[in-house]
């Protein structure tokens, strides 16, 4: 499985790998993560490749381009669904958004609360099912 993170926050970027290693102690086949930390930089990696799981923060400092602090993650998925690129995307904010116009968001992972760890992990493991 192929999977971009765009975070840049490194201590959250860190738990995700963590997270990402447990699954692959459990059997679920990963590549390394390709790691982003800014929206500019992680829509050039979406340009130049495919991915099976974006794993994307939406909260950034203010970005050159008008998009701005908190919603800027919103440019990406704008982004994927003017090009109608499709597959799974889990959100990795700590507060949880109302993202029901974009169908390909399968989860929202609050980061900053203990339980969550468990839930990215759950959700990852649903992929090979939905997306076959």
Known sequence: M?????????YKAEMIRQILEGLELAGIELEEPDHETNLENGIAALKQQSYDLLLLDMYFPLEPD????????????DWLEEEERHFPIIITSTEKMDLVDYADVIGQV?????????????????IPLLYP
């Open 2 to 10: 192929k999977i971009l993170m765009i975070e840049d926050n490194p």
């Open 66 to 77: 008008g998009y701005e602090y908190p919603m800027c993650g919103l440019q990406v998925l």
């Open 110 to 126: 609050q980061f900053g609360w203990d339980d969550e760890a468990f839930r990215m992990q759950e959700l990852i493991e649903q």
